[in-house]
């Protein structure tokens, strides 16, 4: 599960504890222009398949942040108080919530613009 575009210019891990937030966050991301998102599945556990996906690797081309933060916002707006993931760039990392939305985001564009 991967798309490819352009040159990466920011790159970033993105969890959900939510199955169905997983999901939705790689589907709104997939496709877009500028942002390449893969899929990367879990550790197996002795005695489990390990079929299920934990991470996304979000790598953003130039030009691409504010799309970004756009759909994280949708994502967050619509999925609604119970939405949260965590974004991990380096050793800096923000937990994203429908409640810290308003505050998150600009951290969240400082992070990313820090991380081209």
């Known amino acids: 599960m991967t798309e490819r575009t352009g ?6 891990e ?3 504890d939510n ?3 997983f ?15 893969t899929a990367v599945p879990a550790s197996a556990v002795p005695g489990e398949q390990g079929a299920a996906l934990d991470v ?9 942040l504010t799309a970004f933060l756009q759909i994280i916002q949708v994502l967050a707006e619509s999925r609604g108080p ?4 965590k974004i991990r760039q380096g050793k800096n990392s923000l937990e994203v919530t429908a409640d810290n939305l308003d505050e998150v985001l600009p951290l969240l564009r400082e992070l990313m613009d820090d991380g081209s």
Not at 7 to 12: D, Q
Not at 23 to 37: F, H, K, M, S, W
Not at 56 to 64: E, F, H, K
Not at 82 to 85: G, H, L, S, Y
């Open 23 to 37: 999901d939705e966050i790689y589907a709104g991301l997939r496709g877009v222009p500028g942002i390449t998102v």
């Open 7 to 12: 040159s990466v210019t920011s790159v970033a």
């Open 56 to 64: 996304l690797t979000v790598a953003l081309s130039s030009g691409a």
């Open 82 to 85: 119970k939405f949260r993931m």
């Open 19 to 21: 199955p169905d937030d």
């Open 14 to 16: 993105v969890r959900a």
